[in-house]
């Protein structure tokens, strides 16, 4: 990969990348700061990325530091028993905020494939590629996460 293909990857998946990323976080300088290190990654490995694959090995790149990230941040809640009563649920919590506390109680891998099939809107095959697992593996991923947010949503409404 030259200058220019390195360039032109940059600006064609810059925008996905962080809204992936957002995503994930919810903060937007951290997010920045997660897109300049896979950037500056890419920069390093640009005579190891093969162009065509380029976008796969930013995004995975890209989840990689995310989770190292919320690891060291002890910002992502793992604890999928944790009852919505604990959490001091507010009955004006928006629909997009009881969606973002259910993404929360997911493990980082099927928030990742949630985001990235349904935000993001790739391919099986794509996601695969990125997060280096087969088809199957993803969609069986995608389908247990679903079923944990469909199960919280129903806990949250429960509450109210």
């Known amino acids: 990969m030259n200058r220019r293909e390195y360039n032109i990857a940059v600006e064609k998946h810059s925008s996905n990348l962080f809204g992936y990323v957002f995503s994930f976080l919810r903060n937007s300088e951290d997010s920045q700061d997660i897109v300049q290190d896979v950037f500056e990654k890419l920069w390093k490995n640009k005579k190891k990325v093969e162009v065509e694959k380029c976008k796969a090995w930013m995004f995975r790149t890209g989840h990689n530091t995310l989770i190292n990230f919320a690891k060291r941040k002890q910002r992502t809640v793992y604890d999928t028993d944790m009852i919505p009563e604990q959490m001091n649920i507010d009955e004006s919590f928006e629909n997009q905020e ?3 506390l259910a993404l929360s109680l997911l ?3 099927q928030k ?3 985001l990235l099939r349904d935000l993001e809107g790739y391919s099986y095959e794509e996601i695969g590629d990125i997060l280096d697992l087969s088809d199957s593996q993803v969609k ?3 389908y247990r996460a679903r ?3 469909k ?3 129903g806990d949250l409404t429960k509450i109210q």
Do not use: A, E, N
């Open 98 to 100: 009881i969606i973002d």
């Open 107 to 109: 493990p980082p891998l």
């Open 151 to 153: 199960k919280q949503l």
């Open 140 to 142: 069986v991923y995608l």
């Open 112 to 114: 990742s494939i949630i």
């Open 147 to 149: 079923k944990k947010i």
